[in-house]
């Protein structure tokens, strides 16, 4: 039968049979290279369903339930994906239905695990998760096997929840501890009585081991989805924001923790560096970072590299040029040059191609390690979306576009997976996540108080600093 008989068969009929109807779709599904470009949402998400015969790509499983959240809520697409699911199983006659649904539901399985074990953040939506209990139930009314493989796969996805709750009411009593304020900076020699860095440890390797700790701990509980999360309010087909629900906008919350933990470690370093009293214990400190940097470097650790290197670049550091004549500062230069923000941060990108080889490569799971710069990575998403319009003029969903975004985020997704392979030393840990810090206004002051002010604006800024 010729492809313009087929159309008008299948429009003759009304489009009844559900699975003609996504043979239909599918002509709405625009290839070039064998490689999907654009189509309708609708087909979209019925390309998404599978059938008896059919199973969607796990590429394209990935890509879809990673970027459909640009379009429509992941409520909404779970609740229509089930939905055809189970209505391309009706014949009308209730035995046939059974065993037709019998011989999809592994086939559902499959799809709802893949979406609970990659996007289980999605299911702090309580809609989501009575959707699955609902289909859980209709499972269970046709198929032992999948039932069992339903339970399993919820206790999972239960047991991953728990442990993200864990994490963030963790991360929230750090965050607490962290905000008391440092001793009064009215005496410098007050303030200096505090522990600091090198009484805790003396070791650039061990300080950048346990910074890669930290690292790794919390890049494992972003999801991806976040990713795309921070920019899905708008569907450029419409002329209104998507309302987010409580749930989904919490759902950017460990990024933005991600990304506090960054300018934290940046103001820890400016901390150091500006608290001690004498100006040879600053310079020692300042030496010290820049060895946990190149050693930061060496692991593949990018995002503390460039927090220490952001710390010893503000202000307040780099204006004390008594204690920086007394660094050899040979080895921060080149650290400086490798993350240079020049053309596109180029040298970077370089070295982390070269992180990611020796990754892809390694015999040793210290070698697999790769820790980006993570600012610069959501950058890099941020314009990609913002580059390339998220719908054609002919309405349907720039695919091309929803292809590289998850390019982007699946490599993220290995490189967080990596499991650290050095030991824990709690005590610095708990310094690195806990010690109090100083805020701009106090780094200033605690700045001139370890060099004076060398011109009138330096003056003028202490005074005001001191009268706050």
């Not at 972003?222 to 924001?241: C, R, S, V, Y």
């Not at 060496?298 to 204690?323: D, H, Y």
């Not at 997704?413 to 806990?434: A, K, M, S």
Request: one cysteine or more; proline letters at 4%.
């Amino acid at each position: 039968m010729s492809l313009l008989k087929l159309l008008v068969k299948y429009w003759v009929s009304g489009l009844t049979n559900d699975i003609n109807k996504h043979n239909y779709l599918l002509l709405f599904m625009c290839y070039h290279d064998n490689s999907l470009v654009s189509a309708s949402l609708e087909a979209l998400i019925q390309h998404l369903v599978p059938t008896v015969d059919y199973y969607p790509d796990r590429s394209y499983v990935f890509t879809f339930l990673l970027s459909s959240r640009l379009f429509l809520h992941p409520y909404e697409l779970m609740t229509r994906v089930c939905h055809l699911c189970v209505e391309q199983q009706r014949s009308g006659d209730a035995l046939l239905d059974k065993i037709r649904f019998r011989e999809v539901a592994p086939k559902l399985v499959q799809l709802l695990t893949e979406w609970t074990e990659t996007f289980p953040y999605d299911f702090r939506d309580e809609r989501m998760m009575r959707c699955l209990k609902d289909m859980t139930h209709h499972v269970a009314r046709g198929d032992e096997y999948s039932w069992r493989a339903m339970q399993q796969m919820t206790q999972r996805l239960i047991k991953r929840l728990s442990a993200l709750g864990q994490y963030e009411e963790a991360v929230a009593a750090l965050n607490a501890v962290a905000m008391e304020r440092p001793a009064s900076l009215k005496s410098k020699q007050a303030s200096g009585q505090r522990s600091d860095v090198l009484s805790v440890c003396d070791d650039p390797f061990i300080l950048a081991q346990q910074l890669t700790h930290i690292e790794l701990d919390r890049l494992s509980f972003i999801g991806p989805e976040e990713f795309i999360q921070t920019f899905a309010m708008k569907d450029p087909l419409e002329n209104h924001k998507v309302q987010l629900s409580p749930d989904v906008k919490r759902k950017t919350s460990n990024l933005e923790a991600y990304v506090n933990w960054f300018n934290r470690l940046s103001y820890l370093v400016a901390t150091e560096i500006c608290m001690p009293v004498k100006k040879k214990h600053r310079a020692r400190i300042i030496e010290f970072f820049i060895d946990v940097a190149q050693e930061c470097f060496n692991i593949g650790n990018f995002n503390s590299l460039m927090a220490i290197i952001t710390g010893m670049n503000m202000s307040p550091v780099s204006r004390l040029k008594k204690t920086w004549s007394k660094v050899n500062t040979d080895k921060f230069e080149i650290l400086e040059h490798q993350m240079d923000p020049s053309s596109n941060f180029s040298n970077y990108r370089t070295a982390l191609r070269g992180a990611t080889q020796r990754s892809e490569t390694a015999h040793s799971s210290q070698e697999k390690i790769v820790i980006p710069f993570f600012s610069l990575l959501i950058k890099d998403i941020y314009f990609l979306n913002e580059g390339c319009a998220s719908r054609l003029a002919n309405g349907h969903i720039n695919f091309e576009k929803l292809w590289e975004l998850a390019k982007q985020v699946s490599e993220f997704l290995v490189w967080r997976q990596v499991i650290c392979p050095f030991d824990r030393d709690r005590r610095i840990l708990q310094y690195l996540v806990t010690t109090p810090v100083f805020s701009e206004d106090e780094l200033h002051l605690a700045s001139y108080e370890s060099e004076g002010p060398e011109n009138n604006m330096e003056k003028d800024s202490r005074r005001s600093l001191r009268w706050v």
